[in-house]
């Protein structure tokens, strides 16, 4: 449902070209259901448990990722409905 709902937006929004969105099966979050993955190559990759099909914040705090230097997203940033919903981050990966 919340795959459904981004899809939705994304389609109507000025991001559509800059996202790529993927399903995935799991992202094993079971405590935590609905989750979103953020990731760009050479950025951080962040991880949101407990996101309900409000997906107009999600889109915000995708829009503050992308606007970013290194997709860096410090809590005071990110949509007040993402800031306590972090599950974890993981720094850029850099080419070896």
Same mark, same amino acid.
């Given at each position: 449902?919340?795959?459904?709902?981004?899809?939705? &937006? $994304?389609?109507?929004?000025?991001?559509?070209?800059?996202?790529?969105?993927?399903? &995935?099966?799991? $992202?094993?979050?079971?405590?935590?259901?609905?989750? &979103?993955?953020?990731?760009?190559?050479?950025?951080?990759?962040? $991880?949101?448990?407990?996101?309900?099909?409000? &997906?107009?914040?999600?889109?915000?705090?995708?829009?503050?990722?992308? #606007?970013?230097?290194?997709?860096?997203?410090?809590?005071?940033?990110?949509?007040?409905?993402?800031?306590?919903?972090?599950?974890?981050?993981?720094?850029? $990966?850099? #080419?070896?």
């Amino acid at each position: 449902m919340l795959h459904q709902a981004l899809s939705t &937006v $994304l389609k109507d929004s000025h991001l559509e070209e800059f996202v790529a969105l993927k399903p &995935v099966e799991c $992202l094993s979050l079971c405590p935590r259901p609905c989750g &979103v993955a953020i990731s760009s190559p050479g950025a951080w990759t962040y $991880l949101f448990g407990d996101q309900a099909p409000e &997906v107009n914040q999600i889109l915000a705090c995708v829009e503050t990722y992308l #606007d970013e230097e290194q997709g860096h997203l410090p809590r005071h940033c990110r949509p007040t409905s993402m800031q306590a919903s972090i599950m974890g981050r993981v720094p850029p $990966l850099n #080419d070896l």
